[in-house]
């Protein structure tokens, strides 16, 4: 993706920006003869490292994702798993200073629980007695790695005792490890579904853009009454009628397809504008003075320029994605147990007593705001690079 | 302006011809259709269902007839005010979404002005301190409030309320008043309900209003007028007030185009979880349940609602702004 391209309009961009460039403060840490040979990938990236923030989501991003790839290596137990003798646990807090002093190696405490006779509830206590180190890579429940490998080596566990970090829920499965293979489910929906949505609309949007007329017509009054329909009550609908026997990876998939037929409106119009700005430029019309062919002309020259802001609209348009998935599953509409999405956690959480008693329930929401606001600030950050001649 | 209004009128038209073939489609999806739930529950309990009785219900919802005669008798049901029959609830669908109708109705208006009252002070303060604390605070929240799912900020003021202050929120009338007609004590308890939903649904909204706000007022003061009237020595509040946040409150209006869909999508899910006495709950019950003449009634309104008040931003919108007319 990041190959050189040094088209005519690149350099005649350059040349015609070259004043202003070397106004801004992009020539800080650059010196400005880098500047006039770097190519626009090159001059994207220097924009975009300035945009703290963005760079920062963009980290937090990639170790979310690699939550969500590795959540069967990295949970501590197997997410389906039940401790019965744990059930609604509270998160344990992992401690460098015991009962014998500081020890380098964390551990966590074990809990003892009771049921109280008056409400009923089992009630958990802090065991000092009981010292359980964490450690690395320890061997745990058997699983299959990516489906593929059969291992038994868990990133973090203990060898004996019990490691809640995140706490249990209702029936005593592990919260952390359900929050990971959380992401797993509710990262890719977000993937998937832009993808789907993007196809639709650069073919439509494209199409529309391209020959204008009749077709534009047609189109933009397609997306304006996609657009002024009420999205939940319309995935509510599209998703209640997904067969109820439908196995989980269907529904999955048919769930991102009913999220998409919405996105799509959304890139189209990115799309179309970007046709319809580019059709006028000199560059188009030296390549077709040139006698490329219009196929060329789009894929060669025009889908370049554009791709920046496509990529940036793109990591915009993931978060609806996901919070469209977690509204749905927390509704029962979307994706139903035994798939694990962290709308399907939120699912445990719904009403306030379970909250006010077990308030650990509502920790896939934090995820699912964070995993959300780091796609805003990183689209964002990409948005203001995919220009960089722009101060 | 007459023929501005007169187009978009006329547009509305084929759109609303549009969802209600949508909306239908919708209702028609789901495999089988309610009265074979029916009959499985029914049979389920024991009970044996006589060929007989089957094809007397079939006969008066119009079963068994081809798609198109059903879509058109729904369709001119609707127009003489025939929403058609809940299977659920054993009545007529105009008996039962009038009320929620017009609550979900109350509430989006409400919300709508609430984004307005706050989300102008704070926008304009946003960038007229640009890069000050409390634009960094605004921002900071703003961001929180586009990112926070609504139904978990619902869970949330919930919580707080049960937890800090033992107060039971969710609802919109106290026991006492739910079944009682309308009186000025019955709104006086309506409003003492009402803020939690209007908080929690206006949130993103604020949140993304401000945004625009400042961003199009930061816009706005940078360009040339403004800074030769400054230079001229016009007072900063003259300066902001007179032309730049005229130009930079049309996002206000034209918002309310794209911020009614929004509003009536959160409104459904924060009924749910709020337990409101709208639209939300009953749609989501009705689509489980494919009741699907009240699921059809109830798109095919929300949908029917959110065009209308696109209609009225755009004209709203052309009357301000002279540009857009032509």
């Given at each position: ?8 309009k ?7 920006q070259?004043a202003?460039?070397?106004l801004?403060a992009?020539t800080?840490?650059?010196p400005?003869?880098e500047?006039y ?6 001059l994207m990236?220097?924009k ?9 989501s ?6 979310l ?14 997410p389906?798993?039940y ?7 509270p998160?344990?807090v ?10 380098l ?5 074990g ?13 958990y206590t ?9 450690r ?10 990516w489906?593929i ?39 890719s929906?977000?993937?998937?579904g832009?993808f ?5 609309g650069?073919?439509i949007g494209g ?8 077709i ?7 997306i ?10 319309l995935?509510?609908a ?14 999955y998939?048919g769930v991102?397809?009913i ?9 189209a119009?990115v799309?179309?504008s970007k046709?319809l700005?580019?059709?006028e430029?000199?560059?188009v ?9 219009r ?10 320029s ?6 940036a609209?793109?990591?915009?348009a ?31 959480a ?7 008693l ?9 995820f699912?705001v964070?995993a959300?606001?780091?796609f ?6 990409l948005?203001d690079?995919?220009d960089?001649?722009?101060? | ?9 006329l547009?509305?038209i084929p ?6 073939i949508?909306?239908?489609?919708i209702i ?24 007989s ?5 079939v006969?008066?919802y119009?079963l ?10 729904w ?14 609830w054993d ?8 009320n929620?109708l017009?609550l979900t ?9 609430f ?14 301190h ?14 929180i409030g586009?990112?926070i ?14 937890s800090?202050f ?12 739910a ?16 803020w939690?939903?209007?908080?929690v649904?206006?949130t993103s909204?604020t949140?993304a209003?401000?945004r625009?706000l400042r ?10 007028y ?13 300066l902001?007030?007179k032309?730049?946040?005229r130009?930079a ?5 034209s ?28 749609l989501?019950?009705s ?17 029917i ?18 540009r857009?007319?032509?």
């Amino acid at each position: 993706m990041f190959r050189k391209r040094r088209d005519s309009k690149n350099r005649d961009g350059l040349a015609k920006q070259n004043a202003s460039l070397s106004l801004s403060a992009m020539t800080a840490d650059s010196p400005p003869e880098e500047i006039y040979v770097a190519s626009q990938w090159k001059l994207m990236w220097w924009k975009f490292k300035k945009h703290k923030l963005a760079v920062f989501s963009g980290v937090l991003l990639i170790i979310l994702y690699i939550f969500g790839a590795f959540c069967e290596f990295l949970s501590p137990y197997d997410p389906n798993e039940y401790h019965t003798k744990y059930a609604y646990a509270p998160p344990q807090v992992i401690k460098f200073v015991g009962e014998n002093g500081f020890s380098l190696r964390p551990f966590v405490y074990g809990l003892k629980s009771s049921v109280n006779r008056e409400t009923l509830r089992r009630e958990y206590t802090v065991d000092k007695s009981k010292e359980y180190p964490i450690r690395f890579f320890v061997k745990g429940e058997p699983y299959k790695f990516w489906g593929i490998w059969e291992t038994d080596i868990h990133f973090i566990g203990t060898e004996e005792g019990i490691l809640f970090l995140l706490g249990t829920d209702r029936m005593g499965r592990d919260v952390l490890s359900r929050v990971l293979y959380g992401a797993r489910i509710s990262l890719s929906v977000g993937l998937f579904g832009v993808f789907v949505s993007l196809v639709l609309g650069i073919i439509i949007g494209g199409l529309s853009g391209y020959f204008g007329g009749i077709i534009d017509l047609i189109v933009q009054r397609l997306i304006e009454f996609l657009r002024c329909i009420p999205t939940i009550p319309l995935w509510m609908a599209l998703s209640a009628a997904l067969p109820a026997h439908w196995p989980p990876l269907r529904v999955y998939f048919g769930v991102t397809i009913i999220l998409s037929l919405i996105g799509w409106t959304g890139l189209a119009r990115v799309v179309r504008s970007k046709f319809l700005s580019l059709r006028e430029e000199e560059f188009v019309l030296a390549a077709k003075l040139a006698g490329a062919g219009r196929m060329r002309i789009v894929v060669r020259h025009m889908v370049p320029s554009f791709l920046s802001h496509i990529i940036a609209s793109i990591t915009l348009a993931i978060p609806n994605m996901i919070l469209g998935e977690t509204s749905l599953s927390f509704l029962g509409v979307g994706l139903r147990p035994p798939v694990i999405s962290w709308g399907v956690l939120l699912k445990e959480a719904q009403n306030v007593r379970t909250i006010a008693l077990t308030p650990w329930l509502l920790i896939p929401g934090i995820f699912v705001v964070a995993a959300v606001l780091a796609f805003n600030f990183l689209g964002d950050g990409l948005r203001d690079a995919a220009d960089p001649y722009v101060r | 302006m007459g023929t501005f209004i007169l187009k978009r009128v006329l547009l509305l038209i084929p759109t609303l011809i549009f969802i209600s073939i949508v909306s239908f489609i919708i209702i028609q999806l789901p495999p089988g259709d309610y009265l074979t739930t029916y009959i499985q529950a029914l049979e389920a309990t024991g009970a044996t269902v006589d060929q007989s009785t089957v094809d007397a219900l079939v006969k008066r919802y119009g079963l068994d007839q081809p798609l198109y005669v059903q879509y058109f008798s729904w369709v001119f049901g609707m127009f003489k005010g025939d929403f058609g029959y809940s299977f659920e609830w054993d009545k007529p669908v105009s008996e039962l979404i009038w009320n929620r109708l017009f609550l979900t109705l109350a509430i989006s208006i409400t919300t709508l002005l609430f984004t307005w009252i706050v989300s102008f002070p704070f926008g304009v303060y946003s960038a007229t301190h640009r890069y000050s604390i409390g634009d960094y605070i605004i921002t900071f929240f703003g961001f929180i409030g586009l990112a926070i799912p609504n139904f978990m900020l619902a869970l949330i003021l919930m919580w707080i309320a049960y937890s800090a202050f033992d107060l039971s929120v969710g609802g919109l009338f106290s026991p006492a008043y739910a079944e009682a007609s309308w009186s000025l004590a019955k709104l006086i308890d309506f409003l003492k309900h009402i803020w939690i939903p209007v908080v929690v649904i206006g949130t993103s909204g604020t949140a993304a209003l401000i945004r625009t706000l400042r961003a199009n007022l930061l816009d706005e003061m940078n360009k040339p007028y403004v800074v030769t009237a400054r230079a001229k020595g016009v007072s900063e509040r003259r300066l902001l007030f007179k032309y730049p946040l005229r130009v930079a409150m049309i996002p206000f209006i034209s918002t309310v185009g794209w911020s009614l869909p929004l509003l009536i999508s959160g409104e459904t899910i924060v009924a749910v979880v709020l337990n409101l006495p709208t639209t939300g709950p009953l749609l989501l019950r009705s689509l489980q349940s494919q009741d699907m003449y009240l699921a059809g009634s109830f798109i095919v309104l929300l949908s029917i609602l959110t065009v209308i008040g696109t209609l009225i931003s755009d004209i709203l919108l052309a009357w301000l702004d002279p540009r857009i007319r032509s």
